[in-house]
T-cell receptor, first 115, second 113 residues
């Protein structure tokens, strides 16, 4: 069964460093999402991406964040200068345009720890 | 903006018993989707069950069923014959067509032997 994959599973970085979180969505999916979950809190939407551009972003997704789909298979989230409060679990999700149930398939997540 | 409220931070249930998790939401839309996701300690997000708002029939997936009350904007999850493997955080989520998911704060469910 196809699945969304994410790498790395755990990233530790120093405050102020840049990180890139990688996702490989399911191959025939067209809509992509990033969500964030701070430990013990709810899952929050960051950004959605369709047709090579951002379709919606939350207020969390400020100028420090960017997304791109560099090669038609990967979908990346870059945090330019990490802050302590960026420590969280980051989930990538994707959806097929033809899915009448609108189910978002989630990756296993990347745990980001900012020291 | 849509909001999702889960009023039970924690619930416990004995193995083999039935438990119901509550969820209410707020929207002005008439067509949308509702989901329950399970998050075990591994933190993977696993879809449990989904409901389309235009369908009056409540969704059922094996031991999991929902009570969808559109007028009341209520979407509760019933787990029958609870198993130890059901222990997890459960999130209720709302989605407009083709849009982002909006999650509730979650309910920690503990199944006791």
């Amino acid at each position: 069964e196809p699945e969304v994959t994410q790498t790395p599973s755990h990233q530790v970085t120093q405050m102020g460093q840049e990180v890139i979180l990688r996702c490989v969505p399911i191959s025939n999916h067209l809509y992509f999402y990033w969500y964030r979950q701070i430990l013990g809190q709810k899952v929050e939407f960051l950004v959605s991406f369709y047709n090579n551009e951002i379709s919606e972003k939350s207020e969390i997704f400020d100028d420090q964040f960017s997304v791109e789909r560099p090669d038609g298979s990967n979908f990346t989230l870059k945090i330019r200068s990490t802050k302590l409060e960026d420590s969280a679990m980051y989930f990538c999700a994707s959806i097929s345009a033809g899915d009448s149930y609108n189910e978002q398939f989630f990756g296993p997540g990347t745990r980001l720890t900012v020291l | 903006a849509q909001t999702v409220t889960q009023s039970q931070p924690e619930m416990s249930v004995q193995e083999a018993e039935t438990v119901t998790l509550s969820c209410t939401y707020d929207t002005s839309e008439s067509n949308y989707y509702l989901f329950w996701y399970k998050q075990p300690p591994s933190r993977q997000m696993i879809l449990v069950i989904r409901q389309e708002a235009y369908k009056q029939q409540n969704a059922t997936e094996n031991r999991f069923s929902v009570n969808f009350q559109k007028a009341a904007k209520s979407f509760s999850l019933k787990i029958s014959d609870s198993q130890l493997g059901d222990t997890a955080m459960y999130f209720c989520a709302f989605m407009e067509y083709g849009n982002k998911l909006v999650f509730g704060a979650g309910t920690i469910l503990r199944v006791k032997s």
